[in-house]
């Protein structure tokens, strides 16, 4: 019932772009930040891009000029539009909900995007 979901991950060509989605559900949605994070194999997870409820944002500077978070609270969604995409993009891609100084804390199952010639 209370769960995020992922979708929009997949293979794409350095220089390329795509557009992730996590669409929540079960959740009063303009009550929680979200997030965007990403795991490369024998890296820790990192925080990507962050939106607040009040539509503020903030982004890893390595993405920086190169990755958009936006929410559209209508639709229960939050986006992540990736251009210019390298190699180093390669990740499982997570959603983060994030409520009450994370006493309400849901994570998605991710998905993949390989950024590969």
């Known amino acids: 019932q209370v769960r995020v979901v992922e979708s929009g991950g997949g293979l794409v060509q350095p220089g390329g772009s795509l557009r992730l989605s996590c669409a929540a559900s079960?959740?009063?949605?303009?009550?929680?930040?979200m997030g965007w994070y990403r795991q490369a194999p024998g890296k820790q997870r990192e925080l990507v891009a962050a939106?607040?409820?009040?539509?503020?944002?903030n982004y890893a500077d390595s993405v920086k000029g190169r990755f958009t978070i936006s929410r559209d609270n209508a639709k229960n969604t939050v986006y992540l539009q990736m251009t210019g995409l390298k190699p180093e993009d390669t990740a499982v891609y997570s959603c983060?909900?994030?409520?009450?100084?994370?006493?309400?804390?849901?994570w998605g199952q991710g998905t993949q995007v390989t950024v590969s010639s």
């Open positions: 939106i607040t409820k009040g539509s503020s944002t």
């Open positions: 983060n909900a994030k409520a009450h100084n994370g006493e309400f804390d849901i």
């Open positions: 079960g959740i009063i949605f303009t009550s929680y930040a």
